[in-house]
């Protein structure tokens, strides 16, 4: 019980409270960073490439000089869309290596009946990423499509220079 009673000073215990508070926010900004940048990426065994029976459209692409938005959608003709998994992969011209963007499922209100049959609504993509880790270069913007079970990467004939 001894170690109980023991007085502690309020300059010390005031520094340690303030000391941890900016080791909490530290690894906070650190993991929320992490999480906004860009991964390598490798195409999976099953993976498909090629743009037939796709439509994508590419509507704002935001290049700043530390940070990456592209907002876009994309969809299977003749096909509705039941689960969203799609993102963004950005592919160096020179090297072929790619890099895959965390990506939100935006709502497209236009997309809701194509050919009056289909819902594509939840087709709609918009990523934010950080460009740091990222080489000089030139990318071309695809979109890996992995809605209901698919598994594809899109060529979306749009590019960005780094």
Request: proline share 1%.
């Amino acid at each position: 019980m001894k170690f109980l009673d023991i007085e502690i000073d309020e300059k010390i215990f005031k520094m340690l409270v303030i000391a941890s508070m900016i080791l909490i926010f530290l690894y906070v900004i650190f993991t929320l960073i992490s999480f906004s940048m860009v991964k390598p990426y490798s195409i999976e065994k099953n993976t498909i490439i090629y743009t037939e029976n796709f439509k994508t459209e590419i509507s704002l692409i935001h290049q700043g000089n530390l940070r990456l938005e592209i907002i876009g959608w994309a969809y299977k003709e003749g096909q509705s869309i039941e689960t969203f998994e799609s993102c963004f992969v950005l592919r160096n011209k020179d090297s072929g290596k790619m890099h895959i963007m965390k990506t939100q499922m935006k709502e497209v209100k236009e997309l809701e009946l194509i050919d009056s049959l289909y819902n594509c609504s939840i087709g709609g993509m918009h990523a934010q990423s950080f460009l740091l880790g990222l080489k000089k270069g030139e990318y071309d913007i695809c979109i890996l499509y992995k809605n209901d079970s698919e598994s594809s990467l899109i060529e979306t004939g749009e590019e960005i220079k780094i």
